[in-house]
């Protein structure tokens, strides 16, 4: 293993690697920082330039994205109490309220130390989890994949935030989208209404880059916008004291303990992740009353855990080649454009891919730790570009990606299509991340579900022979239970974090 | 808004429903083409139908999706949206015969100006500025054989 990481290391050690590693965590802190497009938006944009730069660099690259975004979605949080990302809401309530108390140098910094650790401890996870569940999955059969796939939308659906019913609309869209094409078991063609063009299918690419990029660009369009001032803090401000280090520190760790388990199973779980490590982290506290009054373990908890769930999600991605939340869907489709399917064999197959990224998330997370510190004033300037600048760019690069990837105007027709669509969509509070996650998955789900009733011959107790699929059946419908419980509880009483906090982060984007 | 929405999706449910069944279901042994989408459509249609009895009593949620937080919400200026998606369409419609990179770049000139970015200094120098990058990315270091057009300009 240390003889692979060597080698590793040695194939990052490549100009371009080296390259989109850097742009990929500038650029994931910048999406981080901006509220408006998030990870999943910055990837869609890029999805077409993927082919170009190999499987290898598109994951590089995407993971770079997806660290930064957690790592730059708090600095807004503590600094002006706007979460950049859903991830990053929990951050919020303590970070911001160190900064009120002026503590905004130490909660940056404890952020963005406990982030590192749970990087780094997420990717020695990846390390050590990922070649040994390999062996482990080639034994999984159809009927397994098709609890994992189901486990996944059902959970994702349950979990989110938005309402369940429209998420559940959404992943049968998407389901019903990906089936437009090639039918896999017979090869004929359906929902094609006649044309040759629709025979492969909608362009995955097109339909990201307009329900993220396009949609994305179309809610700037119509709002006023007034540039955030913020006063970040400077070097000599940003070390945290004694007493602050003794408290984070054990936060940290329990957080990335939490966010790595969370990480592994399907669902949000960078959101739920932070939210957990957040209770925990209250529950276990001898001054539970001093959380969301800048608890330093609420800010260092949470940033540990979603960065930690960020590293922990690439697992199930490598190893059963299945998506469980919508930035990894967009990895697996970056992966898929290069020809690569990951799955059990994807560590021994590509060995030299596995561990040279493996490599690049250990120096793309010392990049972020080292860079985002200093470069905190100049990341949060960016709050004054006005989108009016930005949103053109962000149209030309989605048009110029889907044309690269299909050399297709009909695919950029339907990326416009898809946009509008989007945007309406999700200003009626349907989830896009769900239909992006379905549209992914329903290959893998109608191939499996076909050869499990196939091997079924029939027999409705076929299933109840397959332990591993009922206990991931099992596990899933434990989890929606648990989930109606507490949403009926909550009817009754305020939410356990909102009840008792004196501030809550803001709602509103500064975009207004 | 969100009533149209959720019934525009019921009909599409209802209409994939249908389209899944004249594809055939098949047999247990050899399962149709029909077979998955026809599941699909048991659950999309009832799901939509709720969701549209939902908005029509004022019941349902009004929480944005994980990943949208608030943006999506609030007031929206539709004819800038409409302006902007027109000036976008006019590159799949003319980019193969003028060039997709000039097109682009007149695009998002007049995207800048809908959006109201102020004076015509501004917004040239973005649309000239990204039409300079994606030539220089694409079709010089990528070799993506972007449309040059009749005039031969990419």
Not at chain 1, 73 to 86: F, K, Y
Not at chain 1, 225 to 232: C, D, G, K
Request: overall charge neutral; charged content about 10%; glycine content about 12%.
């Amino acid at each position: 293993m240390i003889n692979d990481l060597a080698g590793g290391f040695a194939a990052f050690a490549d100009p371009t690697y080296l390259l989109l590693a850097l742009a990929g965590v500038v650029l994931g802190t910048l999406v981080g920082v901006l509220p408006g497009i998030g990870p999943i938006g910055a990837m869609s944009v890029l999805l077409g330039i993927t082919t170009q730069v190999g499987p290898t660099g598109s994951l590089i690259l995407f993971a770079g994205i997806y660290f930064g975004s957690t790592y730059g979605g708090s600095t807004t949080s503590i600094l002006l109490n706007v979460p950049g990302e859903a991830s990053s809401v929990v951050t919020a309530i303590d970070g911001n309220q160190m900064t009120r108390r002026g503590r905004a140098g130490p909660a940056l910094t404890i952020a963005a130390i406990s982030s590192f650790v749970a990087g780094t401890i997420s990717i020695v996870g990846l390390m050590l989890f990922a070649p040994t569940l390999s062996s482990v999955a080639v034994k999984l059969g159809p009927p397994e994949y098709m609890a994992l796939c189901l486990a996944g939308l059902v959970l994702l659906a349950a979990l989110s935030n938005g309402s369940a019913a429209k998420s559940v609309v959404m992943i049968c869209a998407g389901l019903a989208v990906g089936t437009v094409g090639i039918d896999p078991a017979d090869g004929d063609l359906r929902f094609t209404l006649g044309t040759t063009t629709l025979a492969e299918g909608f362009s995955f690419i097109a339909l990201v880059m307009g329900v993220f990029g396009i949609a994305e660009a179309l809610t700037m369009a119509g709002r006023r916008w007034s540039p955030e001032r913020v006063s970040a803090p400077r070097l000599r401000e940003l070390l945290p004291n004694r007493e602050e280090t003794r408290q984070a520190a054990p936060a940290a760790l329990r957080g990335s303990l939490i966010g790595f388990g969370l990480g592994l199973v399907p669902g949000p779980a960078a959101v739920l992740s932070t939210f957990a490590s957040y209770v925990t982290e209250k529950k276990l506290s001898r001054h539970p009353e001093k959380f969301g009054r800048g608890a330093v373990e609420g800010v260092a908890g949470p940033e540990a855990a979603n960065n930690a769930a960020a590293g922990a999600a690439f697992i199930p991605l490598m190893v059963l080649g299945i998506p469980f939340a919508p930035t990894m869907a967009l990895v697996l489709a970056a992966l898929l454009l290069n020809g690569i399917v990951p799955g059990p064999t994807f560590v021994d197959d590509q060995p030299e891919m596995f561990w040279t990224v493996i490599a690049a998330m250990y120096i793309g997370n010392l990049m972020l730790l080292v860079l985002n510190l200093p470069l905190v004033g100049l990341f949060t300037r960016l709050l004054a570009v006005p989108p009016q600048a930005m949103m053109p760019f962000i149209i030309g690069l989605c048009v110029v990606g889907v044309y690269a990837d299909g050399n297709s105007m009909f695919d950029v027709v339907v990326m416009l299509v898809a946009g509008l669509l989007g945007f309406l969509l999700r200003r009626s509070g349907f989830s896009m991340a769900a239909f992006v996650l379905a549209v992914v998955l329903q290959p893998t789900l109608e191939t499996s579900l076909r050869q499990t009733v196939a091997y079924s011959d029939g027999n409705a107790t076929y299933l109840l022979g397959r332990p591993v699929a009922m206990v991931i059946v099992a596990a899933a419908v434990l989890t929606l239970v648990a989930s109606a419980a507490r949403a009926l509880r909550n009817r009754r009483r305020p939410n356990v974090i909102s009840a008792d906090q004196s501030s809550q982060p803001t709602s509103q984007p500064p975009r207004q | 808004m969100e009533s149209v929405t959720a019934g525009a999706l019921l009909v599409v449910g209802v209409a994939y429903g249908v389209g899944a069944l004249n594809e055939g279901f098949g047999s247990v042994h050899d399962t149709g083409a029909g077979f998955f989408p026809f599941l699909v459509a048991v659950i999309l249609v009832p799901a939509a139908a709720f969701v549209l009895v939902q908005e029509l009593r004022g019941t349902a949620t009004s929480a944005p999706a994980d990943e949208d937080e608030e943006d999506f919400q609030g007031e929206v200026h539709w004819p800038r949206i409409g302006g902007v998606l027109v000036a976008s369409a006019v590159v799949p419609a003319v980019g193969d015969d003028v060039g997709l990179v000039t097109t682009l770049s007149v695009a998002m000139i007049v995207i800048a100006k809908i959006m109201g970015l102020k004076g015509w200094w501004a917004p040239v120098a973005l649309g000239v500025a990204f039409g300079v990058a994606t030539w220089l990315i694409f079709v010089q270091w990528l070799y993506v054989p972007l449309p040059a057009g009749r005039l031969g300009l990419a």
